[in-house]
C-alpha cells in the first residue's frame, strides 16, 4: 500500500509539473516537456543507480558523494559540463544519455552500458525534472555542427607541421593550467576551482580518455563550448577553425611523447 501511495503522488507530481511549466503555452514555449510514459522508470532507474551519489533530490549529496572529487554533479542547478551546446545552455537529450552511456573517464561516474537505450532514455528525462531550467525556452539552442577531424591528421608530417603552430598557442592559452607538457601541473592549477568553490584540477591532457570524451572531435567540441561553471573557457569567439586544429594536433604529438607505442 505504502508503495502504491509514493507512486500515485509521483505521478500527481509529475502533473502538476508539466502543468506549471507548460500549462497551455507548450506550442509557444519550444520545449519539449518529459515523457510522461518514462517518469516512473526513469525514477526507479535513477533511485538504484544514482541517487547514492547524486542524491533522492538530484542535489548531488547522496550517502557516496563525501569526499569525492570532483563532486558528483547537482541536477538543481541545471549547470551540466559537457554538452554539444554553446556555453550556457542546457545539453541536448542526446547528451546526456551520451554522459549516462559512457561514464565520465577518471571520475566516479562509471558508464552505464549495461542499461538500454530507452532505459537511459527514460533516467535522462527525469534528471529534467529537478532543474526549473528545463522550464524556459531561452535556456535551450541547437548543438554546435561541427566539422569532421581534417584529413592531414592521418599524414605524419602535417600533422607535425600544425602541432608546432599549435605549440605556440597552447603556451599562450593553455599552459598556465594545463602546464608545458600537458600534464595538468600548471602554475595556476593548484588554486583552480569551480562555481561551488571546490577544487577543479585541470586535466591531464597526454591521457587518451578525458572526461569531455575520447575522441580529438571532443576536445574540439570542449574549444567552442568550454565547460561549464569551471575556469575553462569557450574559445568559439577568440579562435579560429584552423587554430582549434592546430591545438589540438599538438596535444595529438604531446599524447605521441606519452605514449611512445
Known sequence: MKRKRHSLFAILWLGAWLLVTYGSNAAETGVVPPDRELFLQG????????????????????????????????FVSGLFKYHSTPAGFLPTNEDLMRTIREGIPSTAMPSFTILSEKEIHAV????????????????????LQLPPLPAWFERRQALQTHATTGHDLFQQLCAACHGLKGDGQGPSAAQLKDQWEQRCPPSDLRQSALRSGRQFTDIYRVLMTGISATPMPSFADSLSDKQRWDLIAYIAELRREFHPD
Do not use: Q, V
Open 43 to 74: 525514477r526507479f532507474i535513477f533511485e538504484r543507480n544514482c541517487a547514492t551519489c547524486h542524491g533522492k533530490w538530484g542535489d548531488g549529496k547522496g550517502d557516496m558523494s563525501a569526499g569525492m572529487l570532483p563532486r558528483p554533479r547537482s
Open 124 to 143: 535522462a528525462e527525469y534528471i529534467k525534472t529537478f532543474s526549473s531550467k528545463w522550464r524556459k525556452k531561452e535556456n535551450y539552442a541547437p548543438p
